[in-house]
């Protein structure tokens, strides 16, 4: 694992393309080092991260704020690079600025994904546009960082996504069922695969773990604060418009294809419920009716 000389984690502001500023942050003690280690992942594996920005000042920042709390860190200068490093390398996350110099962010992560390359990414875009936003979300996107940002900030966004992404890995037990049946909606968490009705429902990962944690809560209304803690792994930060965006995206896809299942409870958060008598069942390995979890549970 990579540490840097310094005893003091590394501070910037960064202010966009060709402009950044470098200063030393409060020290950190060996145990604070330590448990940033263990907020990336729940996992043994040091976490690996492609970072890539072709402003050479912002590659070097993040890459040594990210092995400071303890990545290893690749980096790109640009998107045909990042593709090649995506395959050969295999990284847990990457750190995607949306304006390259050859295929911008955009195209890298549609790239990804069309070829089956699931892996999370975290936008980087000076433009702070909501159809930036909403471009790079429909597209598989896990969060975005706008220009100018504070490496810490991003170190937090990184770990969240981190952390979610480790929870959001297949439990393995003999009684488990993957399977979560509400009325004629079906998400098998082994295969990831959506039905209604039996019409297959294409959904991307974030997609697939937000309907699975409504699923898992079924009639029980969850407020944002924790959607954004379970499924995106983020601490409640005024940052609920991601969650608004991915309900809707949902609903455009569900809705077409039987009565909404997905509904808002004005100033408080979502609920999955389905009309008619007892609204459906869960099955067999799904959660029991409850008080859902609050932030900082898993989900």
Not at 7 to 32: K, L, M, S
Not at 152 to 168: D, G, I, K, P, T
Not at 169 to 181: I, M, N, T
Not at 277 to 295: D, I, K, M, R, V
Request: aromatic share 4%.
């Amino acid at each position: 694992m990579c540490r840097p000389g310094a005893g003091a984690a590394a501070r910037a502001d960064v202010h966009g393309p060709g402009a950044g500023r470098i200063g030393q942050g409060p020290r950190e003690t060996g145990r604070q080092r330590q448990n940033g280690l263990a907020a990336m992942t729940a996992s043994d594996q040091i976490p690996q991260v492609l970072v890539v920005d072709d402003e050479p000042n912002i590659r070097e920042l993040v890459q040594i704020a990210l092995k400071f709390h303890g990545c290893a860190v690749s980096t790109a200068a640009n998107g045909a690079d990042a593709l090649r490093l995506a395959e050969a390398a295999r990284p847990d996350l990457i750190v995607l600025d949306v304006v390259l110099p050859d295929l911008d962010g955009f195209e890298v992560c549609r790239r990804l994904r069309a070829g089956g390359n699931e892996v999370p990414v975290i936008f980087l875009t000076a433009r702070d546009t909501s159809s930036d936003t909403v471009t790079g979300l429909a597209l598989g996107g896990d969060d975005y960082v706008t220009k100018p940002f504070s490496v810490e900030a991003l170190v937090a966004r990184v770990r969240a996504v981190l952390r979610r992404a480790s929870r959001s890995a297949p439990e393995q037990g003999a009684d488990a069922d993957p399977v979560l049946r509400i009325a004629d909606l079906e998400l098998d968490e082994a295969r990831w695969t959506v039905h209604r009705g039996g019409v297959p429902v294409d959904l991307s990962p974030t997609e697939f773990r937000l309907l699975a944690y409504l699923m898992r809560h079924h009639g029980r209304v969850l407020t944002r604060a924790q959607l954004l803690e379970n499924v995106w792994g983020w601490d409640y930060a005024g940052q609920s418009q991601i969650v608004e965006t991915y309900v809707s995206y949902l609903r455009h896809k569900l809705d077409p294809l039987g009565p909404p299942v997905i509904h808002t409870q004005r100033s408080v958060g979502y609920s999955l419920r389905v009309p008619g008598p007892g609204g459906g069942g869960l099955a067999a390995g799904a959660a029991q009716p409850g008080a859902p979890p609050g932030p900082g549970h898993g989900g």
